[in-house]
Nanobody, 128 residues
Framework: QVQLVESGGGLVQAGGSLRLSCAASGRTFSSYVMGWVRQAPGKEREFVAYIRWSGGSTYYADSVKGRFTISRDNAKNTVYLQMNGLKPEDTAVYYC?????????????????????WGQGTQVTVSS
């Protein structure tokens, strides 16, 4: 049973930083892709970033590129999302997600609905 537990959300002023964590358990994640997806009130899910657990390749949505960094700690089975230069439009519930894929690359990993497993979400609020 895959479990994903997020932490690190909160309230921050525009321009500030937060680091989200996602503790993963229940599986060996070497063939998994870990993603961060966010959803603002009244809006659809939006892909933010992914990292391929094996090899560490990453990809970011244009809206966060240059401001957010996704990383993983193999020893702790934890994925992080470092968010710098936060803007009010980054306000959303952020979800950690995992999907099984033995492929080296797939464009499907950018689809927020591709992922199989989800955490409970953590609220990020950016005030102006």
């Amino acid at each position: 049973q895959v479990q994903l537990v997020e932490s690190g959300g909160g309230l921050v002023q525009a321009g500030g930083s937060l680091r989200l964590s996602c503790a993963a358990s229940g599986r060996t994640f070497s063939s998994y892709v870990m993603g961060w997806v966010r959803q603002a009130p009244g809006k659809e899910r939006e892909f933010v970033a992914y990292i391929r657990w094996s090899g560490g390749s990453t990809y970011y949505a244009d809206s966060v590129k240059g401001r957010f960094t996704i990383s993983r700690d193999n020893a702790k089975n934890t994925v992080y999302l470092q968010m710098n230069g936060l803007k009010p439009e980054d306000t959303a519930v952020y979800y950690c997600a995992a999907g099984f894929s033995p492929s080296l690359y797939s464009v499907r990993w950018r689809d927020p609905n591709w992922y199989d497993y989800w955490g409970q979400g953590t609220q990020v609020t950016v005030s102006s």
